[in-house]
């Protein structure tokens, strides 16, 4: 089976490092991807990881451990824009690279 | 930078009404996705399309529903009866290469089925 485990709900405050930190669980890996949405909005692309590491994009950056099924997110410097849903989703390596999401952490930032 | 693009924004039906939702994706990509997402809750998959048919289907992609690229450009999700449970977000999504990029995603289209 599938399964894909991710925190609700966090709060940070403006200027602050976040961590979201992401499990996951699948029959066939190619990939972490994580995503940031707003509500009422369509997912947007941030980060993925493909092998074990760090990648950097600015101020976000992902990591992946494919042994421990995990991954986090790191966001640095929040600002009050970065306040967002974000989905944590893999690619399944059979067939058609469908994306399995997460249920998404709703982060709050703070002044 | 190219977006993929999806019409209505915004799409109200009675229910048992055929509806169809369209999708322009990214010129040069060969693989294109439905998902949906039912109000505070989490995206989920419904269909990949590659070289003209489907690749793989959801549990949630049963009869009801179809996909077609009836020309170059095009791909459309068709609901032939839908369901009050129809109602969702429904995004497009496209990649060139299924393994090394990620999917990029339509800004959707709200269905409201009354």
């Known amino acids: 089976g599938q399964n894909i485990d991710q925190p609700t709900e966090m709060t940070a405050t403006e200027g602050a490092i976040v961590q979201i930190n992401c499990t996951y669980q699948t029959s066939g890996f190619n990939g972490l991807f994580w995503y940031q949405q707003h509500a009422g909005e369509a997912p947007t692309f941030l980060s993925y990881?493909?092998?074990?590491g760090l990648e950097e994009k600015g101020r976000f950056s992902s990591f992946l451990s494919r042994s421990k099924g995990y991954s986090y997110l790191l966001l640095k410097e929040l600002q009050m824009k970065d306040s967002a849903s974000y989905l944590c989703?893999?690619?399944?390596?059979?067939?058609?690279?469908?994306?399995?999401f997460g249920q998404g952490t709703e982060l709050s930032v703070k002044p | 930078e190219p977006e993929v693009t999806q019409t209505p924004s915004h799409q109200v039906t009675q229910m048992g009404q055929e509806v169809i939702l369209r999708c322009v994706p990214i010129s040069n990509h060969l693989y294109f996705y439905w998902y949906r997402q039912i109000l505070g809750q989490k995206v989920e998959f419904l269909v990949s399309f590659y070289n003209n048919e489907i690749s793989e289907k959801s549990e949630i992609f049963d009869d009801q529903f179809s996909v077609e690229r009836p020309d170059g450009s095009n791909f459309t999700l068709k609901i032939r009866s839908t369901k009050l449970e129809d109602s969702a977000m429904y995004f497009c999504a496209s990649i060139l290469d299924r393994d090394n990029q990620p999917q990029h995603f339509g800004d959707g289209t709200r269905l409201s089925i009354l």
């Open positions: 989703a893999v690619r399944d390596i059979n067939q058609g690279g469908k994306l399995i």
């Open positions: 990881n493909v092998l074990d």
